[in-house]
């Protein structure tokens, strides 16, 4: 028999909407189910009474239909259940469920008190239109590729890009730290490049390195990065934990603008019965680690997003959520200049338009192809 | 025009089993995209002529038909794809095309020259064995739970659980660093009494606290656990990153055996048109990632996988993967004591069988349930 605990803590707690599939017996079974699972992990009967049931345990605030096989259920926690930490703040909200089929996050709803221990995004649109200096218009995005070009032909690239008015110049997220293109000489390379094709141009394009490796070398790597002078970096939490971003963005001695790349979480969302809404992953939740605009592939392209999960991840870039400053969508994957327009429409000007290979393929000059991109959205 | 580029190296190549939904067709075209999307992220007709295409992109090795709307296929990498760092070959493996319909990873195919990079498991189940002094027989684990206890009655808890002849006492994986029992404290706690119950004994129980945590707190938990006297380590590589756990593992100061906890993992499995095999992310991929054991919801409890895919993790756990050690399985997930003859008979010996709550079921004496596992284990 388990003692009875009192607490003693304020009951603020938290709201996460999750879509259920199933009749509505099914989804009542799986909103009470998600209570205990997601918190005290123990059979019903044997949960101790007092504030352990009355508190730690999740609550069903509704349960409503979105059809016949859907339902919408918000279940809150006390917001002591999640140590004031990413780590099991995620665990809470869809660690153990994330094994079962029919649930989905759909919307987080966390109140003040449980975001002040988040400190966000560092930059925000706002932050990183000012390190541009470009305070209007949408901002052009390429990556340096293929992988198996030595840093000196990226480097090449990063300059004839810089020259041609691309704002944001992001590694490959598969160039990591290979041998025909180490690291350091890759950052120092490209960063060079584009200092030189700067002080040309006037302009202020920014060479975002990826830092994705080892746990114990991201920070590593994000130091050189800063020191060798990058404007930026590109990390895919998929492949690092979500965290890790989070540190990269609070980190005072690193402080750059954060690029999220959705690399190894597609299985979050490619089921539409279990996982992570567009709009919570790409957009709510990059934005909590730290992001300072999201990368993801743009309907139209090489993926199979729709239209309206893409748009979604635009409103979860931006919606309300206490202090966390509003981020930008980074619609990309195998976007060519065709779609600048509808991009344009679609997002508005505050989005990041990543063109990568296909900015190799409108005509046969890097620098004017960057040109046109610019002169498109300039003219949008 | 992108440079031709020699990389003067060998032509090492790891092999990746996909399995594709589709039609024939449909597959070939996936196989292909597969080579460019996972290497160079380039459009075909663009990518330089030489080392690039013929050795960075990946390669069809095999495409053969499962049934009318599902194929199998072999496509290889060259190891430098990996940069011989873990985020990176995961990344290979399954980083954008996680986001594509239809594909799954069934089994990894990694060659000696590539798995020189990773030390794996560091005791694997001989080492674990050895350390608890349980030469035969299946292993007995249980978790301190439920989340809001305070850290003397996990404490308690797990004394009982240590006199009753439990093997292994692991956290819950939602006991982080809540106020309600602090980290430090619940850990110097449970050790101490977990020591006090050896004493009595003379076995080896040991605790495992849980070290998901936040990207600059891991290693310092997992230090204070070690300097604690603690006994092996939890951690949920969903929510930390897969590297995380690897660095533990590999940390010779530390030197402690891990638990892998699947939390958050599941989307990666719950669809069977897209993501990664149980065989491989629970068999050999925790494995890869330096897992002494891997914990899975056996079939059967509270969660939905079939006897068929426990038994593949089982597989994937000891699987010959040069001189990775096995691991062991460890199924868990709403198991009874009832559960056991039949986990017996379908995992043999070499398993660790965890029953977390359904400890607390079969009498009012937790120190008799546990007497009772023992017996019935040892009895198998």
């Known amino acids: 028999m388990l003692p009875r605990v009192s607490l003693n803590l304020s009951d603020e707690r938290f709201s996460i909407v999750y879509r259920l599939t199933g009749n ?49 259920a918000v279940v809150s926690y006390f917001v002591e259940t999640s ?38 995004p560092r930059f925000g649109r706002e932050g990183v239109r000012a390190l541009l200096e470009v ?19 990226l480097a090449d690239l990063a300059y004839a890009f810089a020259l041609g008015g691309i704002d944001i110049i992001k590694d490959d997220h598969g160039l990591a730290d290979q041998s025909f293109a180490p690291y350091n000489e890759r950052v120092q390379r490209c960063v060079d490049a584009v200092d030189r094709a700067n002080r040309k141009t006037g302009r202020r394009c920014i060479y975002m390195p990826n830092v994705t490796a ?3 070398k991201v920070m590593e790597r994000a130091h050189f990065a800063k020191a060798s002078g990058a404007g930026g970096l590109l990390i895919a939490p998929g492949l690092t934990g979500l965290d890790t971003m989070r540190r990269l963005a609070d980190d005072n001695a690193i402080a ?30 990059a934005r909590l680690a730290g992001a300072d605009a999201s990368i993801f592939p743009n ?4 993926f199979s997003f729709s239209r309206e999960e893409c748009r979604s991840i ?12 509003p981020i930008f969508p980074a619609p990309g994957g195998g976007m060519s200049l065709t779609h600048v327009p509808e991009m344009r429409q679609i997002y508005g000007r505050d989005a990041i338009f990543l063109i990568g290979g296909g900015l190799h393929k409108h005509g046969p000059d890097l620098v004017e192809n960057c040109r046109y991109f610019l002169q498109l959205v300039e003219h949008l």
């Open 214 to 216: 080892p746990a114990n």
């Open 299 to 302: 309907y139209g392209g090489r």
């Open 83 to 120: 140590g004031f930490e990413l780590t099991q703040l995620i665990n809470v909200i869809f660690g153990n469920i994330s094994i079962k089929p029919g649930i989905r996050v759909e919307r987080l709803q966390l109140p003040a008190s449980l975001l002040q221990a988040f400190k966000g």
């Open 256 to 285: 750059l603008p954060i690029l999220n790349h959705p690399a190894f979480q597609g299985s979050f969302v490619t089921n539409p019965a279990n996982g992570i809404s567009h709009y919570a992953l790409f957009g709510q939740i």
């Open 314 to 325: 635009a409103e979860g870039a931006g919606v309300a959520m206490a202090h966390l400053k």
């Open 24 to 72: 509505a017996d099914d989804a009542y079974a799986q909103a009470r189910d998600i209570c205990l699972e997601q918190t005290v992990e123990f059979p019903d009967e044997l949960v101790p009474d007092g504030d352990i049931r009355d508190h730690i345990v999740g609550q069903i605030e509704s349960l409503q239909p979105v059809d016949g096989t859907h339902f919408e």
């Open 135 to 153: 305070p209007q218009r949408s901002l052009l995005c390429t990556a340096l590729k293929p992988m198996g070009l030595p840093a000196k032909d």
